[in-house]
Every structure is written in structure tokens, then in C-alpha cells.
């Protein structure tokens, strides 16, 4: 059925795609202080700006998962180079506050087209034995952009660079997948039944779906809750945080190049369960150690955090398949609301911590270093919960499997 598709060609638009969405990251990231300085934002504004992002993802996310086979990839990919473009010519000349909410959003929801567009996409374009490799191939671009973009912008910065003029580098990788997709045929679905609304409701209201719902909740707030703050746990522990982050990102992107044979070795079940003991032991060695030993545990979070998003994603594809786009969507949209909706809850925790060593007289770098470490210490239930889920989950996937032999 999809024997005359340009694989190649939809493929590698489709990593230029999430190269975008990695440098929205990174590079919206780097200009946050030049764009609270230059409009006058406060540190709660900037927040608010922020929120924008991961509320525009989640909703186009839904929303390309209900439309993917009434529509087709083509034109949800049109809707992505077209809010892209619109969000990176906004934010330029954006002109203050009001202005950065909306351009955010426009970005936030040209990322998540990508993601509603290219995971179901990419499983239709390959069979079972080459999901997973395609998969782990495809979302190595989002860490592998943002150590990119995190350069790029660290030297944009450094020379002197507008945060217009790193603005502008988004629409180097917008262009390009753009020419890529550009009269292309995008494949049809392959799995029977998919393409309707109501099975893959369905589908998704099966015990497995609603567990790996659950699953992905954790996942992503173990991948992105570290990540995001720690510049401000880690900041007083003698480690520079730009090297972890660089070090965790640069981890997971060489990884995930790997996602095929390693999953062939261990297992779906398996991958998933070892990379949560991994990313426990991780961010317990982040809450204890100080100096040059944060770098390896930098190394062994990255290692726990790598496999995981894709191979959720291909777990949906592979073991639950008639949910089709929309199962693979929302799957990715509950990672996307959980990581927003826990960012409260650690900054709450920070910000408690820091209150309490306070009063106990901690002051200066001593203080920040004990609220960072209590808090990563909080953070350690999110791999914790993982670890009992995916327990659960190998032992209930082993015993199905014997269950289908012994029919």
C-alpha cells in the first residue's frame, strides 16, 4: 500500500521537523533573560510566557490525533510550517508581553502538529522489526537539537547577537522540512480499523492503553522535571548546570540512534523498567553528590531517560494498534500536560525547602545547595512509581505473551 512513498525524503523532513521543535526549546530558552530585560517581564511573566508553549503542544497534539485520517499527515504538516512561521515572525515583532503569549503559542502548537503527524506517520511507513529503530531514530533529533540549539544561542549570545537574530535560526529547519514535505505522497494507514474514530476509542478504553495513559504521565515528568530546573537545584553543587544538561541531552541523542537493537535485546518491557532504575539512580546521585561526580550522574540520568518516550510511543503502535493516530496523540499530549502540571508542584517545593533551611540559618550557595538536594530527593518518587508500573507491566506482557503460545 505504501511501496511508492519516498521514505526517505518524509523521514528526514520529519527530523527537521523536530529539530524545530528542539530550538524553540533551547534557543526561547537562551533569550529569556534578553526578553524579561529588554519588554520589562517579570520572572512570573516570563513563567506565563512559557506555559504558552506546553499549552499550545498538547492541544494541536489532540486535535492532529482526531483529524490524522480524515485529513492525512500532508495537511497537518501544511498547518505546522504555517504556525511555525507564524510564531517565529511574531515573537520578532512581538513588541512586548501580549504579543510573546501569542507567538508562544503559535510555536508550541506548530510543535505539536509534528509530533500528532510524524509518530503515527513513521509507524505506517515502516513494518513491526523497524518501528522501534525508526521511532528512537526520529525523537534522537529532539535532544540532539536542543544540545544544538543550546550552542548555537550559548555563541549567538556570547558574540552579541539580538535575540531576533537567534529567532531567526528557527526558520533554517522550518524551510527545510518544509521542501522536504513539499510534493510528496504521505502513506495510508496499514492496520484495519484504524482509521476509525469510534474503535480507536474504543481501543484506547483497554486496560493496556489505560495503563501505558498512566505510564506516560511519569515518564515524562522523570525526563523533563530534572531538566528543566537544574540550572537552579544544581547551580551551588560545584557542577557547571549548562555541562549536565549538555552531558544528559548529549546521552540520550547518541542513545537513541541505538533504540532498534537494544530493544531487540531486552525488550520493550525490558528497556522500559531498566532505563527507571536508571533514572532513580540518576536523580538520587544528583540529590547527593557534589563536584566532578554530578557529570556521571548526568551519564546514567540520560541513560534511564533515553529509550523511554519513543518506546511508549512505539508500545502504543505495536500492542495497542487499532488507537491509531489519536492513541499515539493523546499518549504523547498526557506526557506533554503532566510535565506542565508538575512544575508548580517542584517549584512549591523549592520554594518550601528554601524556607525551611532558612530558618534553620542556611545562607547563600549552602542554602541553595540544600533546598536543590531536598527537592531532587522529592523528585525521586516520579522513577520510583515508574519502577513499580513497569514491573507490573513485564510481568503482565510475559505472561500474555506465554498465554498467546499456549493458544
Known sequence: MNENINRSALFNGSCLAIITTAFSFSIRAGILPQLG????????????????????????????GLVYHSVGPKIIMQVAVITHTLGILLTIYAGGYTGL????????????????????????MYDDKKINKMLGRFHMWFPGGIVLGSLISKF????????????WILMIPTVAYAILFYGKAFPKAHVEGVTSISKNFKAMLSPLYIFIFCCMAMTAITEFGPNQWVAVVLSSSGADAMIILALTFGVMTIGRIFTGPVVDKLG?????????????????MFSTVTGP????????FGLGVCFNWPVIIAVVAQRVPVSGALGMSIVGGVGMFSTSIFQPFIGSWIDSST???????????????????????KMLWFPCILIVLFTIFYFWQKKAVVATKAH
Open 355 to 377: 524556607a525551611v533551611h532558612t530558618a534553620a540559618g542556611l545562607t547563600g550557595d549552602a542554602l541553595q545547595l540544600a533546598a536543590g538536594q531536598d527537592t531532587l530527593v
Open 156 to 167: 549567538m549570545t556570547d558574540a552579541g547577537s539580538t535575540w531576533q537574530t537567534q529567532i
Open 268 to 284: 520493550q518491557t525490558g528497556v522500559l523498567l531498566g532505563g527507571a532504575f536508571l533514572a532513580a539512580i540518576g536523580i538520587y
Open 101 to 124: 503569549l501569542i507567538s508562544t503559542f503559535f510555536i508550541g502548537f506548530g510543535n505539536g502538529c509534528t509530533e500528532a503527524a510524524c509518530n503515527p506517520m513513521i509507524a505506517d
Open 293 to 300: 561526580i554530578a557529570y556521571l550522574a548526568a551519564v546514567i
Open 37 to 64: 530585560t529588554e519588554f520589562g517581564l517579570t520572572a512570573e511573566q516570563l513563567g506565563f510566557i512559557n506555559s504558552m508553549f506546553f499549552f499550545g503542544f498538547p492541544i494541536s497534539m489532540i486535535i492532529g
